[in-house]
């Protein structure tokens, strides 16, 4: 279970500042703000606390889940295309020794062959994809539960 005392840290990767503007079709007309009041609220319910994290460049994520390790009780990550590309991102994730929860907004797998492999599934407990932002929700729901 997440504690209280250690916040959880949610993780957005690139293009994710977009969201609400970049393609709607697909990621919908939520923005970042609308993910950060889900999360607060959701979190709220739990007695969790949540830090929020948003790069453009893999290699300030790699330095945010570094601070993680010692700081947070777990990480919620939406990497964005990271997720398809970066070893740096699976290796930052396993060596932080946290739960770790991997949140698509699409459901990349009905999507262009390259973002059919992530390789942050394999550090992660668990994968939410294709419900838009309240996969973030259901995320925080499994870690306030989670023995």
Known sequence: MATENKPVVVMNGPNLNLLGLREPAIYGSSTMA????LCRKKAAEHGLSVEFFQSNSEGALVDRIHVAREAASAIVINAGAYGHTSVALHDALRASELPVIEVHISNGT??????????????A?????????FGYGAALDFLAQRD
């Open 34 to 37: 609308d993910v950060e009041d």
């Open 110 to 123: 009905r999507r262009e062959s390259f973002r059919h492999h992530s390789y942050v599934t394999s550090v």
């Open 125 to 133: 407990v668990g994968l939410i994809k294709g419900l838009g932002i």
